[in-house]
């Protein structure tokens, strides 16, 4: 059982940062972030495997950086230019993946922490 628990979470204006913290009782091979908006399916937003490969979305590649300090097992996910579209719920997950995009290749789940992007 691995337990994940996002912080970081917060209303920023478009063009603002944020960055988020998950903080993990434990690594497997592929960390991920995803994100969901009302009324919207979860969607993957970037991944890191345990060999510290990253993976990311079209809509937030050369905004986001996903990195994980496996010393203090947390995982994070920085977040520049941020648009109002980037509102939503945002997740972190850990699994033994295939496909990092696919929610259902995870195994556990944080709570989630409420990003905001105001215009």
């Known amino acids: 059982q691995i337990q994940l628990v996002e912080s970081g979470g917060g209303s920023v204006q478009a063009g603002g940062s944020l960055r988020l913290s998950c903080t993990t009782s434990?690594?497997?091979?592929?960390m991920g972030w995803f994100r969901q908006a009302p009324g919207k399916e979860r969607e993957g937003v970037a991944a890191?495997?345990?060999?510290?490969?990253?993976s990311y979305s079209d809509s937030v590649k050369g905004r986001f950086i996903i990195s994980k300090d496996n010393t203090k097992k947390i995982l994070y996910l920085q977040m520049n230019a941020l648009k109002p579209d980037d509102t939503a719920m945002y997740y972190c997950?850990?699994?033994?993946?295939?496909?990092?995009?696919?929610?259902?290749?995870?195994?556990?789940w944080g709570q989630g922490t409420q990003v905001t992007v105001s215009s």
């Open positions: 890191i495997n345990w060999d510290g490969a990253t």
């Open positions: 434990g690594f497997m091979t592929t």
């Open positions: 997950a850990a699994g033994q993946t295939v496909n990092w995009l696919r929610p259902d290749d995870y195994a556990f």
